[in-house]
């Protein structure tokens, strides 16, 4: 684990090693930006420390200006898990009908239960979109239908507002499962045609996606979970179609590569909102019909899933976000504009705890901050 000493002999005057626990009356969390142009220049606290994405330098306020630390004054835990949030959930995109599409960005609490607010749009309204992925100041949309898209959309955190374009993907698809390594996004699968591929952005720059890998199955309509380590996509449908699978999938973010099958689902399905704690990940509802169970596998070891809870709904298709300690489904085709959570510390059912702004809302991808 990494120490809570840090070298400030050169920002406070002293010749020691100081805990920051124990310093008085100052800020000790650290802000995220993209990159260090982005710093605030003022209403900074003393002992505020800032992370810029882009440079992947921590600085730190010295209540005049910000002081650039050195790799060795400082130390950054290797298990940063930008796949959970503890301020917010985000629904992007989707198909709120039979026919239509959405541009909505919802934003919901992880603080307090409650409603999602309408906080912005993505640059072309899609539904089937599936795959989203966070870094730690943005949010990301990839691919969709209405028309079939190859757009990556990225839209901030730190403020709300819509999305801009900041690439594409190497092929246009709909229904791909999304995942996000510390620096990375990734899209997996998707359709049509329904393909295998697994596909690579970069958080640091505004770039196209390169395709890195394939899944041991073509498929599509998969749920997308995150370690710190691997990429996973567990279920989905593909070929001869409509099949549908039970399949979890792995991948390395470590390296580039073809990813390995590493258990089962309960039961072959496709349509499920994945969701991941630090240990597990989550593949809730699916389609094999509409259905309720909440699926848990590990990440320490390969493994089959197993049935650890139900949803409050039926449903298939919904969005799947990540706080530290819940997992959260958001809509979903017969999931109304309900907002589920479950715990992630112990097996158990979800709860109504909010509703989307739009209903009908399904095949929206979904962050967290």
Known sequence: MASNSRN???????????????ISGVQVGIGFYVNEAALPAD??????????????????????????????????????????????????????????????????SFVSDGNATDVGDLTVARGYIGAGASSVVSGYSSGGHNPLSNVIDKFPFAADGNATDVGDL?????????????????????????????DKFPFA??????EVGNLTV??????????????????????????KFNTIDK???????TATDVGDLTAVKNGLAGTSSDVSGYAAGGQAPAITVIDKFPFASDGNATDVGDLTIGRYA???QSST???????????????????????????????????GRYYAAGQQV
């Open 318 to 320: 919904a969005g799947g």
């Open 325 to 359: 300690v819940s997992g959260y489904t958001s809509g979903g085709r017969f999931g109304g504009t309900v907002i589920d959570k479950f715990p992630f510390a112990s097996d158990g059912n979800a709860t109504d705890v909010g509703d989307l702004t739009v209903i």
């Open 43 to 108: 209403n900074n606290v003393l002992g505020a420390k800032a992370y810029a994405e882009a440079e992947a330098t921590l600085h730190f306020w010295n209540g005049a200006t910000w002081n650039a630390l050195a790799v060795t004054e400082y130390e950054v835990a290797s298990d940063v898990r930008i796949f959970q949030g503890s301020i917010s959930g985000y629904a992007s995109g989707g198909t709120p009908g039979p026919t239509g599409t959405s541009n909505i960005i919802d934003k919901f």
């Open 251 to 257: 991948f390395s973010f470590a390296a580039d590569g």
């Open 205 to 210: 720059v505004d770039a196209n996606a390169t």
């Open 8 to 22: 400030l002999s050169s920002l406070l005057g002293t010749d020691t090693k100081i805990a920051t626990d124990d």
């Open 170 to 198: 190497p092929t246009a698809k709909r229904l791909a499962a999304g995942q996000s390594s510390t620096v990375s996004g990734y899209v997996s699968g998707g359709a049509w045609p329904i393909v295998n591929t697994i």
């Open 218 to 243: 073509a498929r599509c309509t998969a749920a997308g979970q995150s370690s710190t380590e691997s990429g996973y996509t567990s279920g989905g449908n593909g070929l001869p179609h409509p099949a």
